[in-house]
């Protein structure tokens, strides 16, 4: 199974977060992580899944993934894909979602989700993530990768 990472960052924990999604999805085969600043031509298609996550601000989407998913958004069609975000620690309807925006557009343009939008927490000014968050970010991705259908995770 082929997988890429894309993401967005400000502090560097969703970038963090995004490793460590690619950490989990490697077990099942090549991952690609890219910054959505470094991502801007990629071909979609050439992937079985693709995970795209940013930092919650403004109880949303940062305008920079936002401008991302835009620009690419008409390559999403039947791309298997998943979202996620980081947040403060606040309850969701206090701190808003990055990811479930960015699901919601994902879906308008076509992806086909494959689990539902994970929020990773970070507390604290600057923003830092909460102990156990990357070991969190490796497990969600390694359901990710069951879903989208990988038979048996490859050895090495």
Do not use: C
Not at 40 to 51: A, G, T
């Amino acid at each position: 199974m082929n997988s890429l990472v894309i993401y967005g960052s400000r502090y560097g924990n969703t970038q963090k977060i995004a490793y460590a999604i690619a950490a989990g999805l490697r077990a099942w085969g090549a991952v690609d992580v890219l910054a959505a600043e470094n991502a801007q031509d990629i071909r979609l298609h050439s992937y079985d899944l693709v995970v795209v996550g940013g930092p919650t601000e403004g109880h949303g989407i940062t305008k920079a993934m936002v401008d991302y998913v835009d620009r690419i958004g008409e390559s999403f069609p039947g791309v298997n894909a998943a979202a996620f975000d980081t947040r403060l620690t606040w309850p969701k309807w206090m701190s808003g979602s990055a990811a479930s925006d960015m699901a919601k557009r994902l879906e308008r343009f076509g992806a086909r989700l494959v689990a539902q939008p994970a929020s990773f927490l970070v507390t604290g000014k600057p923003p830092a993530l909460e102990p156990g968050e990357l070991e969190r970010a490796e497990g969600w991705a390694r359901s990710l990768a069951a879903k989208v259908g990988a038979a048996t995770p490859v050895t090495r």
